[in-house]
């Protein structure tokens, strides 16, 4: 599914290494301003949230013992919700973003959402304890995970949602000692990755889909140990997880080929990681068990920021609680750690003002040796910085000034390198001026040149 969790190795100050072979493109910031635009307390649990830009909604479950779906706006404003489905945990978003699919671990089914409407559009049936866990699209097939610990053994199935009425495909995913957590790129991806949650050391598991039935691919198995987070990167291209760090309370967030798990680059981030969201554009966000809130811009490996907030005092962070929103837009999921009761916050990452320190300029003007009255005369002038930078189109202001008294002629303005030219018609003989302003702007200080003549 759509949705991203990790962690990375720390270092002695609690922030990671950065990336094998991947420069850092900007420093890391500290001190990045949050204004928090919706903050929402409600007394149900929380497992899984997906955000739709298609359809400006948001779905939040609540898991095991719950029987409604949140609806919020893209503010994150709680609007709504989803009545009837029991045990909702593990969700997944259809490519056009326009239809969830929830895991009902009470009511051992499938459902199918509308999320425009915040309806239930269709039911798979599983059975009686079966307990469905997760979900994820792949393989052209909508895959889930079921087991009722105890009671039934785990597994995977599958439903083939170009054909509804077709039977599902149980018992597939060999042994697995528990329901595991499913995660893929998008339905078109042929392959489908699964990690036993709560067992260590653990591996990452993963499945060749393409031909319809799941084929595990045992070799890649001792490649990544001990999984607490993983993700797929929504190009299916890569998966990203975490592993044990190198330093206690914290762990290593990886990049590793989906192919064949070579590592591509580790991130750097503070502390343990809890939730990691990822976008279609690369933008990545992680969330630790520190409040250590961290922003990637697409492709680094280093944050571009970093900051330690609390978004719910008495609340920790929840596992798959956090999404990317438009611009820098966050979307953060805590919750009472008897899953309770949950939180969901809407923060904006203010870009602080860029300061500029305007660059120095020069006004220079080539003027006639020798002017008449009532004959035109001709001034060739160019605004220029002292780095030679150019311009761009200005304003200069030209003022004229004889016996009879000052005139402001009218405005020129300059080409885009600075260059202007001006024919003005002396009015009187004798003591002539005439004095150009450019009065700058944020980026150019003001310079001024004078010319004076006597006219004839």
């Known amino acids: 599914m759509h949705r991203l969790s990790a962690s990375i190795a720390a270092g002695a100050l609690g922030l990671g290494l950065l990336a094998t072979g991947q420069p850092a493109v900007a420093a890391t910031s500290y001190d990045q301003p949050l204004v928090t635009v919706n903050s929402t307390l409600v007394n ?121 009425a077709a039977p599902m495909t149980l018992d597939q995913g060999d042994y697995l000692t528990f329901t595991p957590r499913l995660e893929s790129g998008s339905i078109d991806d042929g392959l489908l990755f699964a990690v036993v949650e709560g067992v260590y050391p653990n591996r990452l598991i993963s499945y060749d889909v393409s031909g319809g039935t799941a084929v595990r691919r045992t070799a890649l198995e001792d490649t990544l140990q001990s999984v607490s987070e993983f993700a797929v990167t929504p190009d299916g291209s890569a998966v990203i997880v975490a592993t044990p760090g190198e330093y206690q309370f914290t762990t290593k967030l990886a990049r590793y080929s989906a192919t064949d798990l070579t590592e591509q680059g580790r991130y750097a981030v503070p502390g343990s990681v809890v939730s990691l969201g990822v976008e279609p554009d690369g933008r990545m966000a992680t969330y630790s068990d520190d409040q250590g809130l961290a922003y990637f811009a697409p492709g680094e490996y280093e944050p571009r920021w970093m900051v330690y907030q609390d978004f719910a005092p008495g609340l920790e962070p929840a596992h798959r609680g956090i999404a990317l929103g438009d611009q820098d837009r966050l979307y953060v999921a805590t919750r009472y750690i008897s899953n309770s009761m949950m939180n969901l916050t809407a923060v904006d990452a203010v870009q602080p003002p860029v300061e500029v320190t305007p660059l120095e300029t020069s006004l220079s003007v080539d003027a006639p040796a020798s002017v008449a009255v009532r004959k035109p005369a001709n001034f060739t002038g160019r605004l220029a910085t002292l780095g030679d930078t150019e311009v761009g189109v200005q304003t200069v202001h030209v003022t004229r000034e004889d016996k009879r008294g000052a005139v402001a002629l009218p405005d020129v303005q300059t080409a885009a390198d600075g260059s202007f030219t001006v024919t003005d018609v002396p009015r009187v003989a004798g003591a002539t001026s005439w004095r150009f302003v450019f009065d700058g702007t944020e980026q150019l200080y003001g310079s001024r040149y004078l010319v004076q003549l006597k006219a004839s």
């Not at 009686?128 to 052209?140: E, H, K, N, R, V």
């Not at 097939?141 to 105890?150: A, D, H, I, Q, R």
């Open 44 to 164: 149900v649990g929380f497992s899984d949230m997906v955000k739709s830009a298609a359809t400006g909604r948001i779905l939040i479950s609540s898991g095991k013992d719950y029987d409604t779906l949140q609806v919020a706006d893209l503010d994150g404003g709680i609007i709504g919700t989803v009545p009837g489905q029991a045990g909702a945990s593990g969700l997944t978003l259809s490519k056009d973003g326009r239809t969830a699919y929830a895991a009902l671990f009470d009511a051992g089914a499938i459902s199918a959402i509308d999320v425009a409407t915040g309806t239930e559009t269709a039911r798979y049936v599983v059975g009686a304890d079966t307990c469905p866990y997760d979900l994820a699209l792949a393989g052209g097939k909508l895959w889930f995970s079921y087991g009722c610990y105890g009671i039934s053994p785990a597994r995977l199935g599958s439903v083939d949602l170009g054909d509804p």
